[in-house]
């Protein structure tokens, strides 16, 4: 989607934000370590790296708020990774609300050697957000967590419905 006013993103963005936090919600400190193998990513480093993304991305198309930075260590705690989230989500939306106008989405700034409109920068951050949300829910399960659905049920919400499980 191409955002063309700052109500428009925010309307996905709240609802993409307030899942990604119900998810990182669920984490515990004995889940942060889970990989698919040894060298891949862990679960926490994926937790952590969705975070500080928001600030990294948005800083560099010109927003300025305090949250984590891309380099900040990784938490040893489930309960900071998610507290660090809301703190990044509710400062950048606070950020966008008052340094942008709708005029700005198309704005344009360097992002990673090319040049991005703000606009394009805010719907690859909302995408960003839910490729490595669907690779954490792949590690959850590994973790044995439980989990949300975000798009529909999880399996856990069908049983809660009575319904039947889908196979």
Same mark, same amino acid.
């Given at each position: 989607?191409m955002?063309h006013?700052i *109500? ?12 990604t936090?119900?998810i990182?919600d669920l +984490?515990?400190?004995?889940? +942060? $370590? ?9 679960l926490g ?10 600030? *990294?991305?948005m800083?560099?198309?010109?927003l *300025? ?7 900040? *260590?990784?938490p ?8 660090g989230y809301?703190k ?9 609300r008052?340094q ?8 344009e700034h ?6 991005w409109?703000?606009?394009?920068? +805010?719907?690859? +951050?909302v995408k960003?957000?839910?490729?490595h949300?669907?690779?954490?829910t ?5 973790? $044995?967590l439980p989990?949300?659905g975000?798009?529909g049920?999880?399996?856990e919400?069908?049983?809660?419905y $009575? ?5």
């Amino acid at each position: 989607m191409m955002y063309h006013t700052i *109500e428009e993103f925010l309307a996905e963005w709240t609802y993409e934000s307030d899942s990604t936090q119900q998810i990182l919600d669920l +984490l515990n400190d004995d889940s +942060l $370590g889970t990989r698919v193998k040894e060298g891949e990513r862990s679960l926490g480093f994926l937790a952590w790296h969705i975070v500080v993304s928001v600030h *990294e991305m948005m800083s560099r198309a010109g927003l *300025e708020f305090a949250a984590p930075h891309h380099d900040a *260590e990784l938490p040893t705690a489930a309960s900071e990774i998610a507290r660090g989230y809301r703190k990044a989500n509710q400062a950048f939306t606070e950020a966008i609300r008052t340094q942008w106008k709708d005029a700005n989405l198309s704005d344009e700034h360097d992002m990673y050697g090319d040049m991005w409109s703000s606009a394009t920068t +805010l719907n690859v +951050l909302v995408k960003h957000q839910i490729h490595h949300r669907g690779q954490l829910t792949l590690l959850m399960r590994l973790a $044995g967590l439980p989990m949300i659905g975000v798009y529909g049920p999880s399996r856990e919400e069908w049983a809660s419905y $009575g319904g039947e499980i889908p196979k």
